[in-house]
């Protein structure tokens, strides 16, 4: 029986893929790359010594995705492809429903055809808005606050209704709180286009030298130090969590929701400390005005997790900055389209160029 990955070249997706292949299963990938790359897929293949089939089916192209579920015997899915950039949803709105809850209506269609009733969900920690109290229980009110996190949570509502209507469904909707590192090998990572939203990769970039300084956006929070604070996972742990997902929706039925996060929240200040140690580079800053839409404090009440799936996240904030440093100067333009070849060469130039102790370390 194999699981079918929906964006399974994205960032968390080809995390999620190594992870399923260490633990034995069959996996297939469908990715549109709208936000990704090929290169990914190979070097899951890489690091897993482990073949499986990738199509570059959109998942609006109801048609493409029956004829996956025709040529493989297809027992899950895992789905991970989405829009996920907050301002862009914004400006946005209609690409954002179109490719986020149409193309998630379409897949349960498919699935719904073929009789395939086995779902993990990637929904966001985006889905509680500003939280009333921290950690955050998944009982706590939804009130997101922008079309993306509206997609996510339609998408929850979606799902239950689709169960309810068919208890042979099994369902997890799985609340992500804030993704950072990358695989311990150095060749997978997240490879945002353009210029990065989010903290980490905004602070890689600037330590490698891609970007001048980071803007902290705003040091008035009633935080710690002012300013925000988040939970930030480590991606494999993250995708550890969804094998474990996965296991349960295979061995019983039902809607289940699990925040996957550490429930332990750092500063941005916090992190750019955490991300110097790691990587041995001054992180240029300043402080700038709030970024609209930002809460304060974010961080997830990580119980049910541990006790429905007994996961939790193992791996702390130096292992995160310094996999997220090994990921990025051993690529520091992404995975933008190099061959293999040209990579490794690419590689030793960059260790030529950002040697410092923490690298040598893992040079060796
Ligand atoms: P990503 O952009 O790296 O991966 C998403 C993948 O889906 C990409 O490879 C993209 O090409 C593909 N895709 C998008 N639309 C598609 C379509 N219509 N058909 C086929 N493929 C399509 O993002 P990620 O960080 O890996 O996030 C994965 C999921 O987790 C997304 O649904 C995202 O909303 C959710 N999520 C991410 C975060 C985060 O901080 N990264 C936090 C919470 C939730
Ligand atoms: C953002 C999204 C959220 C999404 C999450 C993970 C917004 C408003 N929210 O959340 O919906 O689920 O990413 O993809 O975009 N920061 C800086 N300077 C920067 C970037 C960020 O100071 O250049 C600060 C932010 O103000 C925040 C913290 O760093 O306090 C983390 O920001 P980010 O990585 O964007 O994640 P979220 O704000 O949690």
Redesign the pocket.
């Known amino acids: 029986m194999t699981v079918l990955i ?9 995390h999620t893929c190594v992870e399923l292949l260490n633990a034995g299963y069959e996996i297939v990938v ?7 790359y090929p290169e ?1 897929l190979r070097r899951v293949k890489e690091i897993t010594g482990k073949n499986f089939h990738e199509y570059p ?5 109801q048609e493409g995705l029956e004829s996956i579920f025709l040529k493989h015997k297809i027992s899950s899915v895992i ?6 950039a907050v301002g862009e949803s914004v400006s946005e709105p209609l690409w954002y429903y179109r ?2 809850v149409i ?1 998630t209506i379409i897949l349960c269609e498919v699935m719904k055809k073929n009789d395939v009733k086995n779902l993990v969900f ?5 889905v509680y808005g500003k939280p009333d109290t921290v950690p955050i229980p998944e009982d706590s009110l939804l009130k997101t606050t922008n079309p ?1 996190g509206r ?2 949570y339609m998408i929850e509502e979606i799902l239950r209704d689709v169960y309810v209507a068919d208890p042979e469904w099994s369902i997890a909707r799985l ?6 590192g990358a695989h311990i090998s150095g060749k997978i990572g ?2 945002p286009q353009g210029t990065p939203n ?1 903290l980490l990769p905004y602070i890689s970039q600037v330590a490698v030298g891609k970007l001048n300084e980071l803007k902290v956006f705003g040091n008035d929070y009633e935080t710690q130090d002012g300013t925000g604070v988040r939970d930030y996972i480590h991606v494999v742990d993250l995708s550890i969590g969804h094998v474990k997902a996965l296991e349960k929706v295979e061995s019983e039925r039902g809607v289940h929701t699990y925040n996957l996060g550490t429930g332990r929240g750092y500063s941005v200040l916090e992190m750019i400390e955490a991300f110097e140690k790691a990587s041995g580079q001054e992180i240029s800053y300043i402080v700038s005005k709030r970024r609209p839409g930002d809460i304060p404090v974010c961080f997830a009440d990580t119980r049910k997790a541990f006790e429905e799936l007994g996961w939790r996240a193992e791996r702390g904030i130096n292992e995160m900055c310094e996999d997220a440093w090994r990921w990025q100067w051993r690529n520091p333009e992404g995975y933008h389209s190099i061959e293999a070849d040209h990579q490794t060469s690419l590689e030793k130039e960059s260790t030529k160029f950002f040697v410092a102790p923490q690298q040598e370390k893992v040079l060796k």
Do not use: C, M
């Open positions: 929906t964006g399974g070249a994205g960032y968390i997706g080809s469908v990715d549109n790359f709208s936000n990704s990914a089916i959109d998942l609006l192209d789905h991970f492809a989405g829009l996920k490719n986020n193309g990637s929904s966001s920690a985006t993306y997609t996510k609340r992500y709180f804030n993704p950072i997240e490879a989010n």
